[in-house]
């Protein structure tokens, strides 16, 4: 039997998710903004704190219908209250599994997921599952980092040393982190034919760009659930958890210091 798991890497520790609040689909969807239209019945998933979702709400609404999952009930929680605070509260929060989706067949003109199919064990059969209940015409749309592409200035051996653990604790987790260059190929083993593959990136390089970069990783490195799978994997000690966060926060401090993140965007027509 296939192993359809999901280890959400990351976690929900605050620190992930005060990068997870500062996304819009502007900045993280802008390769699909074009493709919405009022009316359309949208469906995102791994929503986390809403701030897309809401984005994605407005560009369909007021006649479109939304509804927005993620496996955190609590995390949910807090993506209901944004959006309640932006007016929308028409658009319905519920915890489930990308690859059992409780919708009939044909239920969305638009299924959106942002940075989850990275952590799938299969991501062929999520895939599968977000076309199925893609009404036809309608369309999938990813998009997902990819770890290996992504490059920095000054080069700091605790960064390298960062990247190199981060793709093993995704790895142990059943994840594949470079996956915004799989996209299509997965896409295309799911059943579409129809697709259009293209990129994206983030950049950070102003002073208040990197200190909040640098600082969220500083942090996550050593407090979040991808420091504890580092952990009890054996992959990492205390100490070397601790000297990659010295990196981030030197990376962070440098005036010269560059940071580029390339995700995979893919548009996968039914």
Same mark, same amino acid.
């Given at each position: 039997?296939?192993?359809?798991?999901?280890?959400?890497?990351? %976690?929900?520790?605050?620190?992930?998710?005060?990068?997870?609040?500062?996304?819009?689909?502007?900045?993280?969807?802008?390769?699909?903004?074009?493709?919405?239209?009022?009316?359309?019945?949208?469906?995102?998933?791994?929503?986390?704190? %809403?701030?897309?979702?809401?984005?994605?709400?407005?560009?369909?609404?007021?006649?479109?219908?939304?509804?927005?999952? *993620?496996?955190?009930?609590?995390?949910?929680?807090?993506?209901?209250?944004?959006?309640?605070? !932006?007016?929308? *509260?028409?658009?319905?929060?519920?915890?489930?599994?990308?690859?059992?989706?409780?919708? +009939?067949?044909?239920?969305?003109?638009?299924?959106? #997921?942002?940075?989850?199919?990275?952590?799938? #064990? *299969?991501?062929?059969?999520?895939?599968?599952?977000?076309?199925?209940?893609?009404?036809?015409?309608?369309?999938?749309?990813?998009?997902?980092?990819?770890?290996?592409?992504?490059?920095?200035?000054?080069?700091?051996?605790?960064?390298?040393?960062?990247?190199?653990?981060?793709?093993?604790?995704?790895?142990?987790?059943?994840?594949?982190?470079?996956?915004?260059?799989?996209?299509? #190929?997965?896409? !295309?083993?799911? =059943?579409?034919?129809?697709?259009? +593959?293209?990129?994206?990136?983030?950049?950070?390089?102003?002073?208040?760009?990197?200190?909040?970069?640098?600082?969220?990783?500083?942090?996550?490195?050593?407090?979040?659930?991808?420091? $504890?799978?580092?952990?009890?994997?054996?992959?990492?000690?205390?100490?070397?958890? $601790?000297?990659?966060?010295? =990196?981030?926060?030197?990376?962070?401090?440098?005036?010269?210091?560059?940071?580029?993140?390339?995700?995979?965007?893919?548009?996968?027509?039914?």
């Amino acid at each position: 039997m296939t192993n359809r798991r999901i280890t959400y890497t990351h %976690g929900h520790q605050d620190s992930v998710l005060r990068s997870h609040r500062s996304r819009s689909a502007a900045d993280s969807a802008a390769y699909l903004l074009p493709e919405l239209r009022p009316g359309m019945r949208l469906l995102d998933v791994g929503c986390g704190p %809403g701030t897309i979702t809401v984005d994605l709400a407005e560009a369909v609404g007021p006649t479109g219908r939304v509804v927005a999952l *993620d496996t955190s009930a609590e995390v949910l929680a807090e993506a209901a209250r944004y959006a309640a605070g !932006r007016g929308l *509260d028409a658009i319905a929060f519920e915890v489930a599994d990308v690859h059992r989706l409780p919708y +009939a067949d044909g239920s969305f003109d638009v299924v959106h #997921a942002h940075q989850v199919i990275q952590h799938l #064990a *299969d991501p062929v059969a999520a895939l599968r599952e977000m076309r199925r209940v893609t009404a036809p015409g309608g369309l999938v749309a990813v998009r997902d980092a990819d770890y290996a592409a992504m490059t920095w200035y000054p080069e700091l051996p605790e960064l390298d040393a960062w990247l190199a653990l981060y793709r093993r604790v995704a790895r142990a987790n059943g994840g594949e982190p470079d996956a915004g260059r799989r996209l299509a #190929a997965w896409a !295309r083993a799911a =059943g579409f034919t129809d697709l259009v +593959a293209g990129s994206g990136s983030w950049t950070f390089a102003t002073p208040e760009r990197r200190e909040w970069w640098g600082g969220l990783w500083a942090e996550r490195t050593e407090k979040s659930s991808t420091a $504890a799978t580092a952990l009890a994997e054996g992959l990492a000690t205390p100490a070397e958890l $601790a000297a990659i966060a010295d =990196g981030w926060r030197r990376w962070a401090a440098d005036p010269d210091g560059w940071f580029a993140v390339l995700h995979g965007e893919l548009l996968a027509r039914r």
